[in-house]
């Protein structure tokens, strides 16, 4: 089964950046589509940013211009760079994946998610 393993959160300040990453194994799907979602306390999930296999991203539009999600196919790595970090920005942060080419950003439509790395961003 896919494993997937997130890191790099931590506490940043106002306008700081950060970079996650979520090592994936037993990857054996060549169509797929990578995503990372967060989740603040009391709230619901939600999406980030998604890529594909083809390298096609999409973004929420609370973080375009912000963030950038991106792949190493050769290490199995999906990263998560994040500037001008906002202290709503603050969740724990999750990767997940898809089988096939998943045009939303819906927990729901999603096969695997990794444990989560929080992130925390202060005033």
């Known amino acids: 089964e896919v494993q997937l393993v997130e890191s790099g959160g931590g506490l940043v300040q106002s306008g700081g950046s950060l970079r996650l990453s979520c090592v994936g194994s037993r990857l054996t799907y060549s169509i797929y589509t990578m995503a990372w979602f967060r989740q603040a306390p009391g709230k619901e999930r939600e999406g980030v940013a998604l890529?594909?296999?083809?390298?096609?991203?999409a973004y929420a539009d609370s973080v375009k211009g912000r963030f950038t999600i991106s792949q190493d196919s050769a290490k199995n790595t999906l990263y998560l760079q994040m500037i001008f970090l906002k202290p709503e920005d603050t969740a724990v942060y999750y990767c997940a994946m898809a089988r096939g080419r998943i045009g939303s950003l819906r927990p729901v439509n999603f096969d695997y998610w990794g444990q989560g790395t929080q992130v925390t961003v202060s005033s």
């Open positions: 890529i594909f296999d083809n390298g096609y991203t």
